[in-house]
Nanobody, 121 residues
Framework: VQLQASGGGLVQAGGSLRLSCAAS????????MAWFRQAPGKEREFVAA????????YYADSVRGRFTISRDTANNTVHLAMNTLKPEDTAVYYC???????????????WGQGTLVTVSS
C-alpha cells in the first residue's frame, strides 16, 4: 500500500497550487483521508480532511476559506487545492489515510512521502 503525494513547488504569495495524493495497492474509497504539513523547525500539523462518506471538508483555521480538499474515488486520489498562498504556508505536505483516532490527530495508518511547498514573499 502506498500513498504518493505530488504537486508541490515554488509559488509567489497570493498564488495557487494543487496537490494530489494517489493511492495504490488497495482502494481507499471507504477510508477517511487527510493532509498534514510540517514547516521547518515545527511540528507536523493538521491541514484538512475528508471522510469517505461525507462531502464536507474539515479544515485548520489557518487554511479555511483558502484550501479545499476533494476526492476522486474512481482514481483513488485525494486533492488539496490551495489558493491565496502565504509564506507561512511553506512546508512539506503529507497525505494520510485511515485515522486510528480523530481526523485531527497524527495517528493515521498510512502516510505519503510528502511534497514540498514553498511560498515566496
Amino acid at each position: 500500500v502506498q500513498l504518493q503525494a505530488s504537486g508541490g513547488g515554488l509559488v509567489q504569495a497570493g498564488g495557487s497550487l494543487r496537490l494530489s495524493c494517489a493511492a495504490s495497492g488497495r482502494t481507499f474509497s471507504r477510508s477517511d483521508m487527510a493532509w498534514f504539513r510540517q514547516a521547518p523547525g515545527k511540528e507536523r500539523e493538521f491541514v484538512a480532511a475528508r471522510r469517505w462518506n461525507n462531502v464536507r471538508g474539515y479544515y485548520a483555521d489557518s487554511v479555511r476559506g483558502r484550501f479545499t480538499i476533494s476526492r476522486d474515488t474512481a482514481n483513488n486520489t485525494v486533492h488539496l487545492a490551495m489558493n491565496t498562498l502565504k509564506p507561512e504556508d511553506t512546508a512539506v505536505y503529507y497525505c494520510a489515510a485511515e485515522p486510528r483516532g480523530t481526523l485531527y490527530s497524527h495517528n493515521y495508518r498510512y502516510w505519503g512521502q510528502g511534497t514540498l511547498v514553498t511560498v515566496s514573499s
